[in-house]
């Protein structure tokens, strides 16, 4: 029984070895659901250039831009369109997650209607103000908040019941502000909101720490807090996070890959496998650490369960929040 077991294990390891090697890329794209700039452009770079760069591939990627509703827009694309083309990757967020559990991308879609195929790592959430502002600490923002939250404008990417308007309304909340009393702006990704940010049409940017990598340097703007467990490393080590200046507000953001519902088994492992090489290659890594995120290792059907487990947690978290029954 053992020797019929193992032998049936190696014909396993075959049939996926022969699958991936059976497909090949023709002209692959990394879909951004948003316009240039900002997380959805970041994470597409790490596979169009991080691949390539680490040697993963020789293969050219192209990087299409596809902004409209944080993500729903690519994702009916996807659905409607390029359902079973192995040659389209779509960047997400845990900000495309929290519109999936939402319904936000459509009544009949949900976390079933894609391949959920490889991570490109964990970024956080941030506090992020102009450098001329008059607050050095969240506790000084905190205070001229409290004493008039409809006085400053808050805003980023996506509307009421995104991923960063929650994170906005976590720091009103562990402030003890309202999150109903805050004033708040949508915009069409973190290029829009940082744009918005430095042009004075908001005073408080609740963005992501790797959208910021090599922005602080420019000396136009700065970070008050992290919205990470514990202080991160390199360029932002020495940036206090939320919790430790006495602010229990956190956001971890996930940001990954996913394929059509109905691409092959071939192409899906086929580009499983390429993740899986690309976190054995300490190149591609530091390219995930220069573009200030941090390495998060999981790909094919282990990441498809965890995403889709991901999607039920925060379908309950919005519920909590009155955003859905």
């Known amino acids: 029984m053992k020797l019929k077991l193992h032998a049936l294990a190696i014909a396993a390891g075959l049939a996926t070895a022969m699958n991936v090697m059976a497909y090949e890329p023709s002209k692959p794209e990394c879909i951004a659901p948003a316009k240039p700039g900002g997380g959805f452009d970041l994470t597409c770079r790490i596979v169009s250039n991080g691949f390539k ?7 050219p990627m192209a990087v299409t831009f596809m902004p409209g509703g944080v993500g729903a827009v690519a994702y009916n694309y996807i659905n409607s369109n390029r359902r079973d083309d192995g040659n389209a990757l779509v960047a997400f967020s845990s900000g495309s997650l929290l519109n999936i559990a939402q319904g936000k991308f459509g009544r009949k879609l949900s976390e079933d209607d894609a391949r959920w195929v490889g991570a490109a790592g964990v970024d956080y959430g941030a506090v992020i103000v102009k450098a001329d502002a008059p607050w050095n600490t969240l506790a000084e923002l905190v205070a001229d908040v409290k004493k008039d939250p409809t006085k400053y404008v808050l805003g980023a990417g996506g509307g009421v019941g995104s991923q960063d308007w929650m994170k906005a309304a976590i720091l009103m909340k562990s402030s003890g502000v309202d999150p109903k009393t ?15 940010l430095l042009g004075g049409h908001i005073q408080i940017y609740p963005g992501d720490v790797g959208e910021m990598v090599g922005q602080l340097e420019a000396g136009k703007l700065k970070m008050l807090a992290v919205m ?10 020495a940036i206090p996070t939320a919790k430790e200046q006495g602010y229990d507000a956190e956001w971890t953001i996930l940001r990954g890959f996913y394929l059509g519902p109905d691409v092959s088994d071939e192409a899906y492992d086929y580009w499983a496998a390429q993740f899986d090489k690309a976190y054995e290659n300490e190149a591609f890594l530091q390219t995930v650490q220069d573009k200030g995120l941090i390495p998060f290792k999981m790909s094919g059907d282990e990441f498809d369960s965890y995403v889709k487990s991901r999607v039920g947690y925060m379908r309950d978290l919005a519920k909590e929040a009155g955003l859905i029954k």
């Open 228 to 237: 990470a467990p514990e202080r991160l490393e390199g360029e932002f080590e």
């Open 53 to 59: 760069e680490a040697g993963i591939t020789d293969i």
């Open 182 to 196: 805050m004033r708040y702006v949508a915009y069409e990704g973190g290029g829009e909101a940082t744009a918005a």
